[in-house]
């Protein structure tokens, strides 16, 4: 029977252009990553390496047990701190992973009494968490901040959380933070913002740019994985949410805590994009020429989303610069809720200058001809 399944399933995938495939690379192979989320390029810096090594070195290999066991060690305390500080928020708890720290905080916080209001391009993590959470789910359209407030009206005096990204991962569009953030304090509400893309890419993050860092409305999470080129993920807000994670969070309680070479990594990387925030100043030059160059608009962050024809032009496309030497990103349904698929590319300080302009010539002949390809 399960064989059958599998095999059906396969072919179906298979007959709507949407097979997906796993592709191991190499330590130092010759393609120009430009679908990674190490956007600093520090997750090859010499000092997050060596604090990666001696973490190793000094705790072993793993934290040895759940952090409400014996798995807390004061390495995971020191970047907890160093995160709180740097966002300028009062507190942080780290998860083992970014995609952990939104699905503890949503389902230890919302159930089937409490009211998600959720953007349509919100990461699978966070749909994930909602669909544990058993609360009541009304999803917006994108960056629609009326839709929002209409969407809290309509559930008054309901426990509430509004879920955003700062930068989108696929669409790398920012989120109106200041106006969310005003409706969710008119309605009592918290909102959730995800720094995945933020974080680094503009300093402390967005919910620190635009002033709302420690804003008695919103609560932020953070990845460890993208610009501090590690693992592990982080929420950050008021102690006594941290307080009630550690005790309801079962993503959190369940869980190993995070390795010390990572925890270790991390700490080395935000001390590296606090003392350095210039180091992002590569990405946004970057990312504007090449905006300007495929003739898309110019993202918020190091994300540059592409419009394709079709997935099957997309993959094509992917396959056609991979060829060439330079790694980008395909995106194509169930990823993208408005079913556009489109080859998500990524600017990152770590690449060479040279590396750069040469992938950025192969990008816009191979998006020409995509083009191409779709209006036949
Ligand atoms: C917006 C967003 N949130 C969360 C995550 C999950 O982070 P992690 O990879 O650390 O689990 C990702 C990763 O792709 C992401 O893009």
Redesign the pocket.
Known sequence: MWPDWLAEQAATRAAAGLTRALHPRGPDDAITDLAG?DYLGLSRHPDVRHAAAEAALVWGGGAGASRLVTGTLTLHTELERELADWLGQPAALLFS??????VSLVSALADRDAHVISDAH?????VDAVRLSRAQLTVVPHNDVAAVRAALASNPGRRTLVLA?SI??VLGDEAPLVPLARACAEHGAWLVV?E??GLGVHGAGLVHARGLASHPNVVV?A????SLGS???AVLGPPDLVDHLVNRARPFIFDTGLAPAATAAALAAARIARARPELAATIHTRIAALAERLEVPRPAGAVLSVPMPSPAVAVATQAEVLAEGVRVGCFRPPSVPDGISRLRITASGGVADDDWERATKVLDAAVRRAREAGRR
């Open positions: 989320n992973t970014g995609y952990h720290a939104n919100i990461h699978a993590s966070l990204e989108y991962s995800d995945a893309h999470t990845t460890l994985s993208k693992q592990g993920g």
